[in-house]
C-alpha cells in the first residue's frame, strides 16, 4: 500500500510550503536561530503507567526542540516546535499544548522498526552551537530529517525517548493484534473531538522537566533532568573489559591527585600521567564547559588553552583549534607561544563523554611572526556521571585528564626537587581539572541538577485522541510524517481550561544505583542444555577444517592473525543484576569461533554468508547445525568486511535467549544486540578513544539480519555513524600495532536471563589493512 504522509504542511521561511519530516525526513542544516517564540520553555517527560492487567507503562515525552532542514526555494530554516512523543506516537505543535488546550499538531505519525536515530554532534547557529539529531529509515536512507538541540544532554534525552518509543512499538508486535490498535491510547487519551480533561482511574502520571524554556535555547547552559532508565543501558561505574593499568599517586594540587601509569607498557610511546577530580556538575554540564572557546569564561579556569579560535570543524564531533599563549604566566617561557590543535569527542551509551586532543596542523594557521610554535601534549578528558545519595539534587562527575608526555623528562622532574614541574606546560595542563572544578564551585547554577520527579495524579491537558491519527495511516513511518504532508495545520484552535483542574504533587527521590561488589567473580559456563536443544546430540566437528582469509595466530606473538581469548577478560551481567548492578568475570564461550574472513569490498556487502567464498556455503559449513555469522562492515578506502564465524555442535534451542534472539525481530535483535571491546595492547589514546564499555550496537549503528538455513547473519554498518566512523579511522591508523579483544553477548534484561553468558570471543593481533583479500576477486 503507498504510503501517505501523516504530518501535516507547515510555511517556512520564504513563503514556501515546506515538506518536513520529524522522525528523520527533512534534509537539510540548521539556518538562524531567530524563530523563537513566547512562553515558558516546559520541555519534560513524562511517563505514565497502568496498574491493572498485563498494560505495560506507556511512556510520554514532550519539550521544545529546532525542526531544521532546506525548504524548496534552498533557504534554510529554523523552527521552534513543541515535540510530543506517547508512546509510539509523535507529534509536533507551533505551541505548547499543555498551555493551548485543543490546538491541533502540524505534524503527526508513528515510530516503527526502521526508525534510526543518529546523534550528529554540534553545529554553529548564528553565534551559538546547536546539537543535532538525525531520523532516518534504515531501509531507506533518502527519508531522513533533522532535529535540534541547545546542549548534547538534551540531545541525548530525546533519543532516549525515541529509544522508548521503538521499545513500545516492540512491546506491541510482541502482543499481536491489528496494527490500528495494538496501542491501547483510549486508556489515556479522551476519544471525544471536545477538548476536555478526562481523571484516570488508575496509575499515577510520572513527570520530568529536561530543559529550560525556548528563549534559552540557543545558550549553553543546561538544567537537565536526571531521568535514570531503566532499559540496561546503565553499565556500572566501571569497564566492561578488565584493564592493564596501575596508577600510583605522585602529587596532589588543591585536592586534585596526579597520578602516574607504573605499568609496564609495551607500545607505550612516553609516560602517562592523569589528573582526576569529584566535580558538583554533571556530566553534560562540564563536558559544555570544557568545549566551549569564550575566552571569558575559559579565563576563568583555564591558564594556558584560554585564548582560542576555531579553524575549522567536520562532521559535528571533530574539530581544529587554534590557540596563543602569554608566557608571563610560566616563567620558563621567554617568548609568546601559539598551537594548534583537533578535538575529537564522543559521548557512550552510559552518557560518559570522551574528549581526545592531539597536536595537529593546519593550512589556515602558518607559523606566525612574533611567535614560537609550540606542540600541546596529547591528552584525553573523561567526564563520567557519579550515583549521587538519594535525595540529592546535585549531580556528580567525575572528571579524568591524561596526559602524555616524553618519559626522560617527567621522570626528571619527578626525581629532582630541584626540577621545577610547576613551571611546565604539563603541569599547567593538569591545573586545568583544578580550574575546572573550583570555576564550578563558584558557580551554583552550573551544580544544579533538576532532577525532581513529580507525580501528578491527573491525566495530561494534550487534547490528542486516536482520531488525530486515524485521520491519516497509522502506518506511516516518523520520517515520512516528517517529509510533510498537504493540509493545512488547524493549530489555532483554542480550547477550554478546566476550571476544577487541582493537582497534587509528590517529590520523589532519585533512586541511587547500588555499588557493585569490587571482588571479581567468575561466570559459571552457559548452560549448554539451555540455550542448545538438548534433545539432539552434539555433532563433533573439526576445527581445522574451517579455514577463513585471516590465518590463525599459534601463539599471542603472531601478527596478522586471529585467536580465541575465552572470556576471562570481560565483565557481564551477574545472577543479582537487577538487585544490587554486581558483574562478574564472563567464562568460556558458548559458541565456537572457528574461522575469520578478512574482506577487500568496494562498498558495505551485505549477506555475505551467500557468497560462494563464505564458509557458510561450504560443504563442511553446510553440515554444522548453527553458524552465528557477524559481518562488521569497516569504511575506509577501500572498505573492509571482517566476517567472524561462530559455531554451535546442537541446532538452538527455541525456547532459549538465543532462541528469540536468532527467531526474533529486528527491533528485539537492536535491543539485545552487545558488543564489549578491549584494546590490549596499542597506543594509549586509541584505547581511551575505543574504551572498554559495552555497546548496544543495534542503537549505535545500522544492524541488518539475515536469518536462513542453519545461519544467522548480522551485518554492521559501523559507517552508518558519524561517531563511529571517527573513531574506527583513528583504529585504522594503528591497526598493525593493536591487539583488540571483542566479546559478542545478548544483553539480559529479565531476572530469568541472568546470570549474562559470552556467546563468542575474537582477539585481532596486529592486522594488516594490505592482507585484505578482495571479496569478488
Not at 26 to 47: F, L
Not at 517 to 527: E, G, Q, V
Not at 549 to 572: H, Q, V
Not at 722 to 742: E, F, H, M
Request: with cysteine; net charge neutral; aromatic share 10%.
Amino acid at each position: 500500500m503507498e504510503k501517505t504522509t501523516a504530518f501535516k504542511k507547515e510555511e517556512d521561511d520564504g513563503g514556501q510550503g515546506r515538506e518536513v519530516l520529524l522522525d528523520g525526513s527533512s534534509n537539510g542544516s540548521i539556518g538562524n536561530g531567530n524563530g523563537i517564540g513566547d512562553g515558558d520553555h516546559k520541555h519534560r517527560h513524562r511517563a505514565t503507567s497502568s496498574l491493572g492487567g498485563d498494560e505495560k507503562g506507556i511512556f510520554e515525552f514532550f519539550g521544545w526542540v529546532y525542526h531544521i532542514g532546506v525548504n524548496s526555494i534552498g533557504h534554510e530554516y529554523c523552527h521552534l516546535r513543541f515535540l510530543f512523543i506517547k508512546g509510539k506516537y509523535v507529534m509536533m505543535f507551533k505551541r505548547d499544548p499543555h498551555e493551548n488546550p485543543g490546538i491541533k499538531p502540524i505534524r503527526k505519525g508513528v515510530i516503527g522498526p526502521t526508525l534510526m536515530v543518529e546523534e550528529l554532534g554540534r553545529r554553529k547557529v548564528n553565534d551559538g552551537d546547536l546539537y543535532v539529531i538525525q531520523f532516518y529509515n534504515r531501509l531507506d536512507e533518502s527519508k531522513k530529517g533533522e532535529i535540534a538541540c541547545p546542549t548534547a544532554g538534551e540531545a541525548r534525552k530525546w533519543m532516549e525517548a525515541f529509544d522508548h518509543a521503538k521499545q513500545q512499538a516492540e512491546y506491541e508486535l510482541s502482543r499481536g493484534g491489528s496494527t490500528r490498535n495494538k496501542l491501547n491510547v483510549e486508556a489515556d487519551i479522551d476519544l471525544d473531538h471536545r477538548p476536555r480533561v478526562k481523571r484516570y482511574a488508575h496509575g499515577l502520571k510520572k513527570l520530568i522537566r529536561i530543559g529550560k524554556g525556548p528563549e534559552t535555547l540557543l545558550r549553553q547552559t543546561s538544567s537537565l533532568g536526571g531521568y535514570g532508565t531503566s532499559d540496561g543501558y546503565f553499565e556500572g561505574q566501571f569497564g566492561d573489559a578488565i584493564e592493564a593499568h596501575e596508577w600510583k599517586c605522585v602529587r596532589t594540587i588543591n585536592g586534585i591527585r596526579i597520578l602516574e601509569d607504573v605499568a609496564d607498557y609495551k607500545n607505550g610511546n612516553g609516560a602517562l600521567v592523569k589528573a582526576v577530580a569529584l566535580v558538583d556538575a554533571s556530566a553534560d554540564t562540564v563536558f559544555e564547559v570544557i568545549l566551549n572557546l569564550d575566552r571569558r569564561k575559559r579565563y576563568e579556569w583555564d591558564t594556558v588553552t584560554a585564548d582560542l579560535e576555531l579553524i575549522d570543524s567536520y562532521d559535528g564531533h571533530y574539530d581544529v583549534v587554534y590557540g596563543t599563549y602569554d608566557p608571563k604566566y610560566l616563567t620558563r617561557w621567554k617568548s609568546k607561544r601559539d598551537f594548534v590543535f583537533s578535538r575529537q569527542w564522543f559521548r557512550g551509551q552510559d552518557g560518559a563523554y570522551t574528549i581526545l586532543r592531539r597536536p595537529a596542523v593546519h593550512k589556515k594557521k602558518p607559523p606566525r611572526s612574533g611567535y614560537r610554535r609550540t606542540t600541546i601534549n596529547p591528552s584525553t578528558w573523561e567526564i563520567r556521571s557519579i550515583n549521587v545519595p538519594m535525595g540529592s539534587n546535585i549531580a556528580k562527575c567525575l572528571i579524568t585528564h591524561m596526559l602524555e608526555f616524553h618519559t626522560v623528562g617527567w621522570l626528571r622532574w619527578k626525581k629532582h626537587s630541584s626540577s621545577k614541574f610547576e613551571n611546565t606546560v604539563p603541569y599547567a595542563l593538569l591545573s586545568q581539572v583544578a580550574g575546572l572544578k573550583e570555576y564550578i564551585g563558584a558557580n551554583p547554577s552550573l551544580s544544579f541538577e533538576s532532577s525532581t520527579m513529580v507525580v501528578q495524579s491527573k491525566l495530561s491537558d494534550v487534547s490528542t485522541s486516536n482520531s488525530d491519527f486515524e485521520d491519516s495511516d497509522v502506518h506511516d513511518e516518523f520520517y515520512d510524517a516528517i517529509a510533510g504532508g498537504s493540509s493545512s495545520s488547524s493549530e489555532d484552535e483554542e480550547g477550554e481550561d478546566d476550571p476544577n483542574k487541582k493537582e497534587r504533587k509528590i517529590k520523589l527521590k532519585n533512586v541511587s544505583w547500588a555499588i557493585s561488589s569490587l571482588a571479581l567473580k567468575r561466570a559459571s559456563a552457559p548452560d549448554v542444555n539451555k540455550e542448545l536443544d538438548p534433545s539432539v546430540p552434539p555433532v563433533h566437528f573439526d576445527p581445522s577444517q574451517f579455514n577463513g582469509s585471516l590465518p590463525k595466530g599459534k601463539d599471542e606473538n603472531d601478527s596478522n592473525c586471529w585467536t580465541a581469548p575465552g572470556g576471562r577478560g570481560f565483565m557481564i551481567r551477574g545472577k543479582s543484576y537487577l538487585k544490587d548492578s554486581a558483574k562478574i568475570m564472563g567464562s568460556d564461550p558458548l559458541l565456537k569461533l572457528i574461522a575469520v574472513d578478512w574482506f577487500k569490498v568496494d562498498t558495505a556487502t551485505d549477506k555475505i554468508a551467500l557468497h560462494p567464498r563464505s564458509l557458510v556455503q561450504s560443504d563442511a559449513g553446510k553440515k554444522l547445525p548453527f553458524i552465528l555469522v557477524i559481518n562488521l562492515e569497516v569504511p575506509a578506502k577501500p572498505n573492509y568486511s571482517l566476517v567472524l564465524y561462530y559455531a554451535a555442535d546442537r541446532p538452538v534451542n527455541k525456547n532459549s535467549l538465543l532462541g528469540r534472539f536468532v527467531d526474533g525481530t529486528d527491533m528485539f535483535r537492536d535491543a539485545r544486540f552487545k558488543l564489549i571491546p578491549s584494546i590490549v595492547e596499542g597506543y594509549w589514546m586509541v584505547k581511551r578513544a575505543v574504551g572498554t564499555k559495552a555497546c548496544l550496537l543495534g542503537k549505535a549503528v545500522t544492524c541488518k539480519y539475515f536469518r536462513q538455513d542453519n545461519f544467522l547473519e548480522i551485518d554492521v554498518d559501523i559507517g552508518s555513524s558519524s561517531v563511529a566512523r571517527s573513531v574506527i579511522g583513528l583504529v585504522l591508523g594503528y591497526v598493525t600495532s593493536l591487539v583488540v579483544d571483542l566479546a559478542i553477548l545478548i544483553e539480559a534484561k529479565e531476572e530469568s536471563e541472568l546470570p549474562e553468558y559470552i556467546l563468542g570471543t575474537v582477539r585481532l593481533n596486529r592486522v594488516k589493512p594490505e592482507s585484505a583479500v578482495p571479496l569478488n576477486g
